[in-house]
């Protein structure tokens, strides 16, 4: 069976940035298993799985357009130390920020006296991804994963 849209597909990757540092990784034992086509992956990703099979393997180099997008400098605020919860502040945590009817993920990426740096652009903002994967597996998608716009593991799930 060939990668398409509404087929469930199961890969092992490796995921590393320019610089060839490891930043995720699933394998055999643990894949990552998606529904094609129903934006649950980056689209760079889905774009070379297309029309793949079981056991193809592949390296891929997507551009920060077809991945997490281009960094934003308009996202990178500075406020006083008094705005953020009680507790300690350390470079590299991350904050849920409510802005508008939206909720998104800041992280802290300076501290400077009262002033703390949260950068909302996604970590992987900007960033050209290498991967390497590799399909494991093929599968229709289910009605009922169609209908969801999501996999399902082999007990279902509650929702
Ligand atoms: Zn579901």
Redesign the pocket.
């Known amino acids: 069976m060939h990668i398409a849209d509404q087929t469930v597909v199961s890969i092992q990757y490796t995921l590393k940035n320019g610089s060839g540092e490891i930043l995720d990784q699933a394998d055999k034992e643990h894949p990552l298993q998606y529904l094609h086509g129903a934006g649950n992956l980056i689209p760079g990703v889905e774009k070379a799985l297309l029309g793949s099979e079981e056991g193809a393997t592949m390296e891929v180099v997507i551009p920060p357009e077809e991945a997490y997008g281009g960094r934003d400098e308009g996202l990178v605020i500075e406020v006083p130390r008094s705005e953020l919860p009680e507790g300690e502040i350390q470079v590299g945590m991350q904050f849920q920020v409510q802005h508008g009817e939206g909720v998104g993920i800041v992280t802290v990426t300076g501290l400077e006296g009262d002033s703390v740096t949260l950068d909302g652009n996604h970590p992987l903002a900007g960033e050209t991804l290498h991967f390497d994967l590799q399909v494991l597996g093929v599968r229709a998608a289910t009605a009922?994963?169609l209908e969801?716009g999501?996999v399902?593991g082999p007990g279902g799930?509650a929702?």
């Open positions: 009922e994963e969801h999501h399902h799930h929702h």
